[in-house]
């Protein structure tokens, strides 16, 4: 018998009905003899609409009163767990962040969390209640309440499970683990048994949209037992662990992104210096540059392109114009009608040729390929987006994906 932390997200609690069944599933891990600590989110959309309802008042509210008004979603969805267990008669007890010891830094919107203090979970622990923790919340040193950013709840639940030395984490959500694919996308794309947690890192960061991503960082540093798995069915899942069967498989899954917006610096001066110039200006604004293409010179000039997150795009293109001079660029244009499509797998590090099998199923599906980027485990490309699905389904089935999951 041991201690598992769980976390169910907001589609999970998303109605009365999916609260008593996941209240029904709390209860069952607890009569097994564990010791259970439940992590919810807010109930389906709260959060957004909780946005919407503070953009409505004030667009331009300060950080702290935001986290003041989001915090509530999920302080909502453990009082309403609570009583739901309490309905199938066993003890719990519901704490917020705050409560459960929960302590970050003061960023506001998108804090971190720097330590829990694990004593009033542990006491409840051992007064054989279930604790019902509020995910996505934490405090600072001003004694005010934060939130971790969109999709923070994943990174409740594992910091607690590190924190409280759990033997496992389980992730559930409406799907039945991690996928080789979208399967809204492509229609034989198999659950995975398993994945590393540089794979899934890698597919998170990609737009999987599976996992928060500062989840999988903080579970590989602390090696967390984690299983994605889904709150609807008994599916075991999948697990994400140190390694998975890397010899075996090369690709593992493809991810689509379109939150991406392609960036042009036109007719910079071919010489030393102007993309450490370039890149050290973003980089002190703190935006995150992806792929990066730098043409061969012409004459005396160059262009330099890059892919930054969308949301990012307004404040890349002040940050150059405002110092096109410095830069010595002609001109800068942008568009963000491009997807980026990436295969991932820990297998490819020592098996060439995985990237001109990707490019080959592009080929053959007529696709045009913008920019690519590499890394030890995955390959990018730049596409148009309106090829990004027919690519995905196109590499998917070029790497026999549909195979390696189970359906
Ligand atoms: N409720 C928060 C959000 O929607 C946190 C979470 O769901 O993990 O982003
Ligand atoms: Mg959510």
């Known amino acids: 018998m041991g201690l598992i932390v769980q976390k169910y997200g907001g589609s999970s609690v998303a109605n009365t009905e999916r609260i008593l069944n996941v209240a029904g599933r709390v209860a069952d891990a607890y009569k097994e003899g564990h010791s259970v600590v439940v992590v919810v989110s807010a109930q389906g959309d709260t959060t957004d609409d909780l946005i ?51 302590m970050s830094d003061s960023n506001y919107g998108n804090a971190r969390i720097k330590n829990i203090d694990t004593e009033r979970i542990f006491r409840e622990l051992d007064r054989k209640n279930i604790v019902v923790v509020a995910g996505f919340q934490g405090w600072n040193r001003f004694d005010d309440i934060t939130t971790l950013g969109r999709g923070g709840s994943d990174t409740t639940a594992v910091a607690l499970a590190a924190a409280l030395k759990a033997d496992l984490c389980e992730i559930y959500t409406d799907v039945d683990g991690v996928f080789t694919a979208d399967p809204r996308i492509v229609k034989n794309a198999g659950k995975l048994d398993d994945i590393s947690y540089d794979e899934m890192l890698e597919l998170a960061s990609l737009g999987a949209n599976v996992l928060h991503n500062r989840s999988i960082e903080m579970a590989k540093k602390y090696n967390v037992n984690l299983v994605v798995r889904s709150s609807l069915n008994k599916s075991p899942g999948t697990i994400v662990k140190e390694v998975g069967n890397v010899e075996k498989i090369l690709v593992r899954g493809v991810a689509r992104d379109n939150n991406i917006a392609r960036v042009a610096v036109i007719g910079v001066e071919d010489k030393p210096g102007i993309a450490f110039r370039l890149f050290s200006l973003l980089a002190k604004e703190k935006i995150s540059v992806d792929l990066i293409i730098q043409s061969i010179g012409r004459d005396t000039t160059k262009d330099i392109s890059f892919t930054v997150a969308k949301g990012d795009l307004t404040r890349t293109l002040e940050v150059i114009n405002r110092n096109i001079g410095l830069i010595g660029a002609k001109d800068v244009n942008y568009s963000d009608k491009y997807s980026k499509v990436s295969i991932v797998g820990a297998g490819m590090v020592n098996n060439p040729g995985v990237a001109a099998m990707m490019f080959e199923a592009l080929y053959d599906a007529d696709i045009n390929i913008h920019m690519i980027t590499t890394s030890e485990i995955k390959i990018s490309v730049l596409v148009d987006i309106q090829d990004a699905e027919r690519a995905v389904a196109a590499v998917h089935d070029k790497f026999n994906l549909g195979e390696i999951g189970s359906r």
């Open 52 to 102: 919407v309802k503070a953009n409505e008042i004030n667009p331009n509210a300060s950080r702290r009163e935001m986290d003041m008004l989001l915090s509530t979603g999920e302080q909502i969805s453990v009082a309403l767990l609570s009583m739901a267990v309490e309905r199938l008669g066993c003890p719990v007890i519901s704490l917020t962040g705050y409560q459960a010891g929960i």
